[in-house]
């Protein structure tokens, strides 16, 4: 069964690195590779996965079709989150963020996708100039490898800015 303790068992074995997928205004599929980690959903506090980018294609799929799904691998394990997505940046207002929660926010999950940095200050005035958004989604499903009923329900958030194994 898939949780995610295991998806971040899992982030953290290989740098926290996944491929998230969103969809096209024309139905394909759109992927690349980010940096993702779990965090407490700034209104809820529900645990959920999240991700900052600054990847302008990404951000209109998820403006336009809020789903998306991330999925995680280390050697043959590997682990699917995916769901409805929220945004939360300068230019998309969350309730509850302000200006201040939003760069905290920022921190955390980039923290929590196994980043550090030695000059926050940095960090934070490069996050605003880019202008930099996270996305909460309410609960998705997880998913888990080949010939696996799908798991239990999990919860992410994506920014913009199941557990599986494979015979071997």
Do not use: C
């Not at 998806?7 to 969809?23: G, Q």
């Not at 779990?38 to 990404?58: E, L, M, N, R």
């Not at 923290?111 to 202008?131: F, K, L, N």
């Amino acid at each position: 069964m898939t949780d995610l303790q295991e998806v971040d068992r899992i982030a953290a074995a290989d740098h926290h690195l996944a491929v998230v997928s969103t969809t096209r205004a024309d139905g394909s599929v759109q992927a690349s590779v980010v940096n993702a980690g779990i965090v407490g959903h700034p209104a809820s506090g529900d645990q959920v996965v999240a991700f900052v980018t600054y990847g302008p294609a990404k951000l209109a799929h998820l403006r336009a079709r809020p789903r998306a799904t991330l999925v995680f691998r280390a050697g043959w394990s590997w682990a699917a989150v995916e769901g409805r997505t929220e945004l939360a940046g300068p230019d998309d207002p969350f309730p509850g963020i302000d200006p201040e929660r939003l760069r905290l926010l920022l921190r955390e999950i980039f923290t929590a996708a196994g980043g550090s940095h030695d000059d926050w200050a940095a960090y934070d005035r490069v996050m605003a100039e880019q202008r930099r958004r996270g996305p909460p989604p309410p609960p998705p499903g997880a998913a888990r490898g080949p010939g696996a009923a799908p798991g239990p329900t999990a919860r992410w958030w994506l920014v913009r800015a199941g557990r599986g194994t494979s015979p071997t």
